[in-house]
């Protein structure tokens, strides 16, 4: 069955829960649902993205940018992001169902109708949409509305089960918010946010394929061609040191772009010295092994939110410091 099949036809029986495909449990409380629906969101992956944005509206403003411009930011950006989690969830209800790290999302439990999901998502986009280009500007609202699409028809409806680059390409709407902060502040796109762009971009396959070989398996089981799932974990290894290698070069370009003074390219440094040293590591225990406890690939995952933070505090914060 499609993840968005919403025309009314009786889905078939689940043999394990005894409730139709799409259908939500009966006998949920309203506190249920209502974590359920938030928990179509992924919360934890926005926390990930206002800290690309908060920070860069710092930047932009080389001073503290209005307490309210940042709450409205952070509020259009949380719901602009939600609304594209849950959409992607209705995608992706099918395989969800069959990985161990997805299958306890509300839809593969049936605590969330397909039909509640889609309409929530859809409605959560109207809002944020609205919302970000009423009281921000009508820039950042289109640049957060062109991530949802581009996350949810380009990443997961065209890329994700058909090409091993999916997350390279389709990685490029986590990178929006970086722009968004920047214009939320200047309501213009300049070098400045685009050089932060980049780095998001690069930093994207090291972190997600780190995480993609904890559970490569996973992918082989929803064939989903993910980059470890269908390649060894020398060459995975390979491509994560050679991204590796742009995302700092990249992060130093934004020393001269944006004017920065020395505090940014001692800490890029420092962070991009430690980064690559994990994904060398990791590449040498790859090369030698397929054993996932001996590579150790989420110690990399783990160190990369870390990076993405530091590297980004570290930019909002080097104007003060002049």
């Given amino acids: 069955m499609?993840?968005?099949?919403?025309?009314?036809?009786?889905?078939?029986?689940?043999?394990?829960?005894?409730?139709?495909?799409?259908?939500?449990?009966?006998g949920l409380s309203a506190t249920d649902v209502v974590k359920?629906?938030?928990?179509?969101?992924?919360?934890?992956?926005?926390?990930?993205?206002?800290?690309?944005?908060?920070?860069?509206?710092?930047?932009?403003?080389?001073?503290?940018?209005?307490l309210w411009l940042v709450v409205?930011?952070?509020?259009?950006g949380t719901l602009s992001a939600g609304s594209a989690n849950a959409l992607n969830c209705v995608v992706d209800a099918d395989i969800d169902t069959k990985m161990r790290r997805t299958a306890?999302?509300?839809?593969?439990?049936?605590?969330?109708?397909?039909r509640g999901a889609l309409w929530f998502g859809l409605a959560l986009g109207v809002v944020s949409t609205l919302l970000l280009g009423l009281t921000v500007n009508?820039?950042?609202?289109?640049?957060?509305?062109?991530?949802?699409?581009?996350?949810?028809?380009?990443?997961?409806?065209?890329?994700?089960?058909r090409t091993s680059q999916n997350i390279v390409w389709g990685g490029a709407a986590g990178c929006f918010p970086a722009m968004i902060g920047w214009t939320a502040v200047t309501n213009e796109l300049a070098w400045t946010p685009v050089v932060?762009?980049?780095?998001?971009?690069?930093?994207?396959?090291?972190?997600?394929?780190?995480?993609?070989?904890?559970?490569?398996e996973d992918y082989s089981a929803a064939s989903v061609?993910?980059?470890?799932?269908?390649?060894?974990?020398?060459e995975v290894g390979r491509q994560i040191v050679t991204y590796s290698w742009v995302m700092v070069a990249t992060s130093l370009?934004?020393?001269?772009?944006?004017?920065?003074?020395?505090?940014?390219?001692?800490?890029?440094?420092?962070?991009?010295?430690?980064?690559?040293?994990?994904?060398?590591?990791?590449?040498?225990?790859?090369?030698?092994?397929?054993?996932?406890?001996?590579?150790?690939?989420?110690?990399?995952f783990h160190l990369s939110n870390a990076y993405l933070a530091l590297l980004f505090v570290a930019a909002a914060a080097d104007p003060f410091l002049r």
């Fill in 36 to 66: 359920a629906y938030v928990a179509l969101m992924k919360p934890r992956i926005i926390e990930l993205l206002l800290l690309t944005t908060v920070p860069v509206m710092f930047l932009a403003a080389k001073d503290v940018p209005s």
């Fill in 72 to 76: 409205a930011t952070i509020v259009g």
């Fill in 104 to 114: 306890r999302r509300p839809l593969p439990r049936h605590q969330v109708g397909t």
């Fill in 253 to 300: 370009a934004l020393w001269p772009v944006a004017g920065m003074g020395w505090f940014y390219p001692g800490v890029a440094i420092v962070l991009g010295v430690i980064f690559l040293v994990e994904a060398y590591d990791l590449k040498s225990r790859s090369v030698e092994t397929e054993d996932l406890a001996i590579i150790k690939p989420m110690r990399l």
């Fill in 138 to 161: 009508w820039l950042s609202a289109g640049l957060a509305l062109a991530a949802n699409v581009f996350y949810v028809v380009g990443y997961t409806m065209i890329l994700k089960r």
């Fill in 2 to 26: 499609s993840a968005l099949q919403t025309d009314g036809q009786p889905s078939p029986l689940d043999p394990s829960t005894g409730t139709q495909h799409g259908a939500p449990e009966t």
């Fill in 196 to 216: 932060l762009f980049l780095v998001v971009f690069f930093w994207t396959p090291p972190h997600f394929w780190s995480l993609a070989m904890r559970y490569r």
């Fill in 225 to 234: 061609p993910m980059l470890p799932s269908v390649a060894t974990s020398a």
